[in-house]
């Protein structure tokens, strides 16, 4: 069974400064990846970053960075200096490799960024 | 960018008559577009997978009869919501794969709030 584990339903963080974003899961599945998702207000969902489970490395992808730790089974979601456009919702998601249709979403966490 | 387009964005039925929610890939063709579900302050859920020529492939506990699924073209698919019902009333979100963008292809449409009254 697939399980994506988002604890903190809501969060807040200044502006500027940087906040970590929890998620961790739980799979059998050998080969897998893990998405970051932004949900603003008006509901679509944007694309953040990718981490393969094989990926040697921490994926990065401008203000936001992915720390993986495969062991713990963690990949939390870090954003470097807050902006007033974070604030929104973020789903962690994870696809198993097998299955090329199947997201499983974690349940959310609300992000306020105060000016 | 890729896009995928979903209307509408709002919409109020009273209990008992159907809506159709469309949702169109811009500038690709999808093959495959995949329908969510999303409660208040919940995540998603998978429904099901449509593709284009052939029956969908709904997910376990999903009436196929209540939630109708047309992939009529590889530009276009389309929720039907049966005979809906307040407890149909929810966030829907279509989803559809750009081909050669690899994992960062998956892009959601922007979704669809339905209230039954």
């Known amino acids: 069974a697939q399980k994506i584990t988002q604890t903190q339903p809501g969060m807040f963080v200044q502006e500027k400064e940087a906040v970590t974003l929890d998620c961790t899961y739980d799979?059998?599945?050998?080969?897998?990846?893990l998405f970051w998702y932004k949900q603003p207000s008006s509901g679509e969902m944007i694309f953040l970053i990718y981490?393969?489970?094989?990926?040697?490395q921490n994926a990065t992808e401008g203000r936001y960075s992915l720390n993986f730790q495969k062991a713990r089974k963690s990949a939390n979601l870090v954003i470097s200096a807050s902006q007033l456009g974070d604030s929104a919702m973020y789903f962690c998601?994870?696809?198993?490799?097998?299955?090329?249709?199947?997201?499983?979403f974690g349940s959310g966490t609300k992000l306020n960024v105060k000016p | 960018g890729a896009v995928v387009s979903q209307h509408p964005s709002r919409v109020i039925c009273k209990s008992g008559t159907s809506v159709k929610i469309e949702c169109r890939s811009l500038?690709?063709?999808?093959?495959?577009m995949f329908w969510y579900r999303q409660f208040p302050k919940q995540s998603l859920m998978l429904m099901a997978t449509?593709?284009?020529?052939?029956?969908?492939?709904?997910e376990q506990g999903v009436e196929k009869d209540k939630f109708l699924i047309n992939h009529a073209s590889l530009t276009l698919s389309t929720l039907t919501v049966t005979s809906a019902h307040p407890e149909d009333s929810s966030f829907y979100i279509c989803?559809?794969?750009?081909?050669?963008?690899?994992?960062?292809?998956?892009?959601f449409g922007s979704g669809t709030r339905l209230t039954v009254v």
């Open positions: 449509s593709n284009e020529g052939s029956k969908a492939t709904y």
């Open positions: 998601a994870m696809r198993p490799l097998y299955n090329y249709n199947k997201f499983y």
């Open positions: 500038d690709f063709q999808a093959t495959t």
């Open positions: 981490q393969g489970s094989y990926d040697q």
């Open positions: 799979t059998s599945d050998p080969s897998y990846g």
């Open positions: 989803s559809a794969r750009v081909q050669g963008q690899g994992e960062k292809g998956y892009t």
